[in-house]
Antibody
Framework: DVQLVESGGDLVQPGESLRLSCAAS????????MNWVRQAPGRGLEWVAK????????YYAGSVKGRFTISRDNTKNSLFLQMNGLRADDTAIYYC??????????WGQGTLVTVSS | DDVVTQSPLSLPVTLGQPASISCRSS???????????LSWFQQRPGQSPRRLIY???KRDSGVPDRFSGSGSGTDFTLKISRVEAEDLGVYYC???????FGQGTKVEIK
């Protein structure tokens, strides 16, 4: 079975950094594009970033470009999101998702990031 | 900016009755490869989103056949033929080529 397990969420102060991880299992991780999607409390879904299997195609939402960095380690079946310069409006549940056919077929349970002083 | 608009944002339903959600994009979602990458997701309270439909009308494995997707170009619809209690939650469309979600439609009991 496909499993995506996020970790790394925490309470941080504005301006601080945080690194999220996603452990993937049950499929050939190195063959898939992977994405991060977030959901602020009580709000809708927002796509954050995506990365191809070879790590040479990376895209970001305008709201995080220049502050967040998506990366992966295919040898460890892991996806990462380095978040710098965090702001209050980055507070959200962050989901790791697998991409197939320009869609997201599997989602993790999410990890909560809270940015507050 | 690419805009994806769902309607209604709130949908009171009667169990056993049909329900319909609209998703409209400001630009055509037809890709140069001929496919249209519009997906629908269900999010039950306290759960992660779950994909129901991809490429406009293809149902995911395990999704009940009371769910159907249709549309083309800029206008798309998710239909539930007979709403059951387990269908309550928030539904989102995703314009894949623009990586933009709709605002979400909350399906609740009337």
């Amino acid at each position: 079975d496909v499993q995506l397990v996020e970790s790394g969420g925490d309470l941080v102060q504005p301006g601080e950094s945080l690194r999220l991880s996603c452990a993937a299992s049950g499929f050939t991780f190195s063959a898939y594009w992977m994405n991060w999607v977030r959901q602020a409390p009580g709000r809708g879904l927002e796509w954050v970033a995506k990365i191809n299997p070879e790590e040479n195609e990376i895209y970001y939402a305008g709201s995080v470009k220049g502050r967040f960095t998506i990366s992966r380690d295919n040898t460890k079946n892991s996806l990462f999101l380095q978040m710098n310069g965090l702001r209050a409006d980055d507070t959200a549940i962050y989901y790791c998702t697998r991409e197939v056919w320009w869609s997201l077929d599997y989602w993790g349970q999410g990890t909560l990031v809270t940015v507050s002083s | 900016d690419d805009v994806v608009t769902q309607s209604p944002l709130s949908l009171p339903v009667t169990l056993g009755q049909p329900a319909s959600i609209s998703c409209r994009s400001s630009e055509s979602l037809e890709h140069s490869d001929g496919n249209t990458y519009l997906s629908w997701f269900q999010q039950r309270p306290g759960q992660s989103p779950r994909r129901l439909i991809y490429k406009v009308s293809k149902r995911d494995s395990g999704v009940p056949d009371r769910f159907s997707g249709s549309g083309s170009g800029t206008d798309f619809t998710l239909k539930i033929s007979r709403v059951e209690a387990e269908d309550l939650g928030v539904y989102y469309c995703l314009a894949g080529t623009y990586w933009t979600f709709g605002q979400g439609t909350k399906v609740e009991i009337k």
